[in-house]
């Protein structure tokens, strides 16, 4: 069995910006009971605080999992009874006045403006600066139907590519596009957690739903971790409850065996 099974967040573990739900929370703290986690995702520290953290049961062993907000430029781990930041990576003020600028230049021009949004456009992240087209608070249906097969924001990302061509621009989410220094992606992500938990990536076990090449998780399977795509978070459920199975009959092997 795998030491570390690594999770993308929107659209593997919950739906895009929404907290987990009761089933995903209480299966999710019962894999933590059982073996190390980490969660990868282009989000914010706080959007995993509200998706994830607040919604697992009292009893998960939260020490077991590593949170790794915007694809690995920062760093969370639990301990002593709170959550400690081992690192941030973040970009400069001169740096995140230029994305933003550009961002906006980039919008207006491929006319993708939307005529309604929910919440700001802009968030800076510290070390990512994520647009999203709808608005941060937008309701998942506008946004699955805003850009379905990635044409709008492909062409914002082409005019942004020559705005900014110092910096890495992917596509994230239903509606977003995130900007981040060069090489920092879910790949990224997986070689902090080899480096920092000392686990080999062949041991290592990545979860997502977008693997396909394009998608945002597809750095992962470049790594040469097994990797394994979902639908979605239904798909998920049916993956950790298989999971905990395969777990649980280890552990009691390994138990009679001694």
Known sequence: ????????LDGTLAQSKAPLDKEMARLFGGLLNLARVA????????????QVISKLPKSSRLEQL????????????????????????????????KIIK???KAVEKSGFRADKIWGEQIEDR???ITFSALGQKAPLEPKKAWDPKFAKRKKIKTLLNKLIPEFQVTLGGATSIDVTRHGIDKA??????????????????????????????????TTGADCIQVRDPDDTKTLIKTLIVCLTNTEKHSIQGN
Do not use: R
């Open 1 to 8: 069995m795998k030491k570390l099974i690594v999770f993308d």
């Open 39 to 50: 969660i990868i995702s282009g989000g914010a520290w706080p959007q995993f605080k509200k």
């Open 66 to 97: 590593s949170i790794l907000p915007t694809c690995g430029t920062k760093f969370y781990e639990y301990g002593k009874g709170k959550w400690k930041k081992l690192y941030s990576e973040d970009f400069t003020g001169a740096q995140k006045k």
């Open 102 to 104: 550009s961002l906006n």
């Open 126 to 128: 510290g070390s990512q």
């Open 188 to 221: 990224y992500g997986m070689h902090k957690l080899q480096d920092i938990l000392e686990i080999g990536i062949n041991e290592m076990l990545f979860v997502g739903d977008a693997l396909f090449k394009g998608g945002n998780d597809y750095p992962a399977s």
